[in-house]
């Protein structure tokens, strides 16, 4: 049985940082693309970062681009979500899910597994 568990998340002033964490049990992680999103209060989930199973290749939001980082762990299989320069529209809850494939690994509907969320808080 595939699970996710993230840790990490608390309050951060803005411009401040904060690292995510990530742990897969029941999955080897490079074998699967892992990706992490946000939902905020109202609004729809909607995709940070993710990082391909083969080459390492990730991918970024726009919204949060320069400013964050997800890099796989290995010593805990799974991944960090390294954030860097933090703002209040930062604050949310974050995810962490998994797919077979890099494609599509940044689209809600197409992700296999999720964690049950971190929670982050960014206090201007």
């Known amino acids: 049985q595939v699970r996710l568990a993230e840790s990490g998340g608390g309050s951060v002033q803005t411009g401040g940082s904060l690292r995510l964490s990530c742990e897969a049990s029941g999955v080897a992680t490079r074998s699967v693309c892992m990706a992490w999103f946000r939902q905020a209060p109202g609004k729809e989930r909607e995709a940070v970062a993710a990082?391909?199973?083969?080459?390492?290749?990730?991918w970024y939001a726009d919204s949060v681009k320069g400013r964050v980082s997800i890099s796989r762990v290995d010593a805990q299989n799974g991944v960090s979500l390294q954030m860097y320069n933090v703002k209040p529209d930062d604050t949310a809850m974050y995810y962490c899910?998994?797919?077979?494939?890099?494609?599509?690994?940044?689209?809600?509907?197409?992700?296999?597994?999720w964690g049950q969320g971190t929670q982050v808080t960014v206090s201007s």
């Open positions: 990082i391909s199973p083969t080459s390492g290749a990730t």
């Open positions: 899910a998994i797919k077979d494939t890099y494609t599509n690994c940044a689209i809600v509907a197409k992700m296999q597994y």
